[in-house]
């Protein structure tokens, strides 16, 4: 059991400009989950993914945000037209399971900066 | 909706001291409470969780318990380490409803 990866660590881009980022959950984890975290706050959800259905998404999910699982294995993550805004630390979490009570365990994080 | 609120500020103390980091939440069904930890330069680790009212979750000497008369889940240390500095976030699922929501986290600086 490897953990949760998340690629890239880091991401510089300039505002208007695309990112993609990746999540690889844990093996045969059922669910995935997108967050956000800004300097001195906790987590917030973005989106959440049961197999390869994305069943939950955020009002935070603008329309420039886009997720998907394909086949329900990994994940991407793209914002469109990057700003400013967008500046955080993105997390991935994955469990296994169907209920609420379930474990979720995070990645690293990619940490975007838009210039 | 559902949300979590912490002690506002840093908590600094000395080795040896008990630690408590105060939470409490509103939730609109039945919720699962979680403290999670972030040590410098890692990623969020589950720290310990309770599932239903009365139960107590620990992990590495660390405590909380799930009071519902309160909405409380307050987490506890008997004696700090150096290592034991990070951010504690309390988080919170209910049914129905798979997403965390965090608090804001406490920073804890353990001195020696």
């Known amino acids: 059991d490897t953990g949760v990866s998340q690629n890239p660590r880091h991401k510089i881009t300039k505002r208007g400009q695309n990112v993609t980022f990746r999540c690889d959950p844990i093996s045969e984890h059922n669910r995935l989950y997108w967050y956000r975290q800004t300097l001195g706050q906790g987590p917030e959800f973005l989106t959440y993914f049961q197999n390869e259905a994305q069943l939950e998404k955020s009002r935070l999910l603008s329309d420039r945000f886009s997720a998907e699982r394909p086949k329900g294995s990994f994940s991407t993550l793209e914002i469109q037209r990057t700003e400013q805004g967008d500046s955080a630390m993105y997390l991935c979490a994955s469990s296994f399971g169907a209920g609420y009570t379930d474990t979720q365990y995070f990645g690293p994080g990619t940490r975007l900066t838009v210039l | 909706g559902d949300s979590v609120t912490q002690m506002e500020g840093p908590v600094t103390l000395s080795e040896e001291a008990f630690l408590t980091i105060n939470c409490t939440y509103t939730a609109t069904g039945y919720p699962s409470l979680f403290w999670y930890v972030q040590y410098p330069g890692e990623g969020l680790q589950l720290l310990l969780k309770?599932?239903?009212?009365?139960d107590k979750g620990s992990n590495k000497g660390f405590e909380a318990t799930y009071r519902k008369e309160t909405t409380s889940f307050h987490l506890e240390k008997g004696s700090v380490q150096v290592s034991d500095s990070a951010v504690y976030f309390c988080a919170l699922t209910t049914y129905g409803n798979n997403r965390l929501a965090f608090g804001k986290g406490n920073q804890v600086v353990v001195i020696p």
């Open positions: 309770a599932t239903k009212a009365d």
